[in-house]
C-alpha cells in the first residue's frame, strides 16, 4: 500500500532527483532556466506509443525547424510531415500542427495552462493535457500512462488488466489521490521515470526501488505477474503491390488520400495485390515487409515502366510528381517506401 503520501512522493522525488534522465525536453537540474511548454507540447505528442530512445533524434530535428509554436502554425503540413518521416502514427504530427495553429489564433500563441483548456486543442487527451498542464505549469493534473498504471497496479496490488475501462478509472482516481500538491510535474514524471527505468515490464528492479516499502506486489512477490500481460491477438497481413515507373531520371509517385493510414503523405504507385499475373511484363525487384500494432504489410515491389490498367483511370484524380530520387528528400513518404527508395538509390549506384 502506498501509505502516507507524504512519505511516499518524498522518497520518490528525493529519488528522481538523483536519478532522472538528461533530456532534451526537460531542464537541466539547477540550470536555473524556465521551461518552454512548447517543448513540452511536443515531446508528449512524439511520446505517445513510441520509447524515449527513438524520439530524442526526433524531436531534436523537429524542434530545429520548428523552434516555436508560432513557426510551427505557419509551416505547411507536408513540411511538418517530413519533419516527423519514420516517427510513425502520423495523425499525431496533424493534430500537433493544428494545435499550434489553433493556440496562435485563439490563445494569442500561448499555450493554455489547465488541463480542461488543453483538452479542447487537436489531438490532446486525458494524459497528455495532464502531463502537459503538470509538467509545464506544475498544475496539480494526474496522468496514467503505461508506465504509471504498471506502478499503481503493483503499489496496490491491482491484479487486474490495466486496460479495463473499471481499471483504468480506478487507476486515474489513484493518481490524483496520491498526487502532492507542489512539484506535481516532477512527482508525474518521476512515476514515469520509475516505470520506465525500474519497474520495468519483465524483470522490475525492486532492489533498487525507491518506494519498494510502499508495494503491496513486490511484498508478496507477485511483481512478475502485475499486471497481466496483454492477450495476444492475431495480426492481419495486408498485401500490396509497389510499381516504380521511371522515366529516365524521374520516377512516378502520389499522394495518398487526405484520410486514413500515412494521410496525405507520398509513395511509389501502390495497388492491392491482386493475382500473380499483374506482375507480368513487370520485374519484381524485391519484397518489403513492414509491422505496425495492429496489421502487417508486405509489399511486392515492381520496376514498370506505366501504370497498371485499373490504376490509371480509378486515381486519376490523385496527386502525382515526376520527381529525382534526390527530389524524394523533399516529400514526406512513409516508412515502407523510404525503404524502397533507399533500394532504388543501391542500385542506381550500381549500374553508373
Not at 500561448?110 to 497528455?128: I, N, S
Not at 509538467?135 to 496496490?156: H, S, T, Y
Amino acid at each position: 500500500m502506498i501509505g502516507t503520501n507524504a512519505t511516499f512522493s518524498r522518497r520518490l522525488l528525493r529519488w528522481y532527483d538523483a536519478h532522472r534522465r538528461d533530456l532534451p525536453w526537460r531542464l537541466k537540474s539547477g540550470s536555473g532556466e524556465t521551461l518552454d511548454p512548447y517543448l513540452v507540447l511536443v515531446s508528449e505528442a512524439m511520446l505517445q506509443q513510441t520509447q524515449v530512445a527513438t524520439v530524442i533524434p526526433y524531436f531534436q530535428r523537429f524542434i530545429g525547424r520548428f523552434p516555436t509554436i508560432q513557426s510551427l502554425a505557419e509551416a505547411d503540413e507536408q513540411d511538418v510531415l517530413r519533419m516527423w518521416q519514420g516517427l510513425g502514427y502520423y495523425s499525431r504530427a496533424r493534430n500537433l500542427h493544428a494545435a499550434a495553429r489553433r493556440i496562435v489564433i485563439e490563445h494569442r500563441g500561448v499555450l493554455p495552462r489547465t488541463a480542461d483548456e488543453l483538452r479542447a486543442l487537436p489531438g490532446v487527451g486525458r494524459y497528455t493535457a495532464g502531463a502537459v498542464a503538470s509538467i509545464a505549469f506544475d498544475c496539480r493534473a494526474p496522468i496514467v500512462d503505461g508506465n504509471v498504471a504498471r506502478v499503481i497496479c503493483r503499489l496496490d496490488r491491482i491484479a487486474r488488466d490495466p486496460r479495463e475501462r473499471e481499471v483504468l478509472e480506478l487507476l486515474w482516481r489513484r493518481a490524483e489521490q496520491i498526487l502532492p500538491n507542489v512539484r506535481c510535474g516532477d512527482f508525474n514524471s518521476a512515476l514515469m521515470e520509475l516505470g520506465a527505468t525500474v519497474c520495468t515490464p519483465r524483470s522490475p528492479k525492486c532492489l533498487i526501488c525507491p518506494v519498494r516499502e510502499h508495494c503491496e506486489a513486490q511484498a508478496a512477490g507477485l511483481q512478475e505477474q502485475i499486471p497481466p500481460p496483454r492477450k495476444s491477438k492475431p495480426t492481419p497481413l495486408l498485401r500490396r503491390d509497389v510499381f516504380c515507373i521511371r522515366d529516365g531520371e524521374k520516377w512516378l509517385i502520389e499522394q495518398r488520400p487526405a484520410k486514413g493510414r500515412w494521410a496525405g503523405m507520398w509513395q511509389f504507385v501502390t495497388v492491392p495485390s491482386a493475382k500473380a499475373s499483374r506482375a507480368n511484363g513487370h520485374k519484381q525487384i524485391a519484397v518489403v515487409t513492414h509491422g505496425l500494432t495492429h496489421r502487417r504489410y508486405r509489399f511486392r515491389v515492381f520496376a514498370a515502366s506505366h501504370l497498371p490498367p485499373e490504376h490509371a483511370s480509378a486515381e486519376a484524380a490523385r496527386g502525382r510528381a515526376w520527381v529525382t530520387l534526390q527530389e524524394l528528400d523533399q516529400y514526406p513518404l512513409p516508412r515502407p517506401h523510404v525503404k524502397i527508395a533507399q533500394l532504388l538509390r543501391a542500385n542506381s549506384m550500381k549500374t553508373r
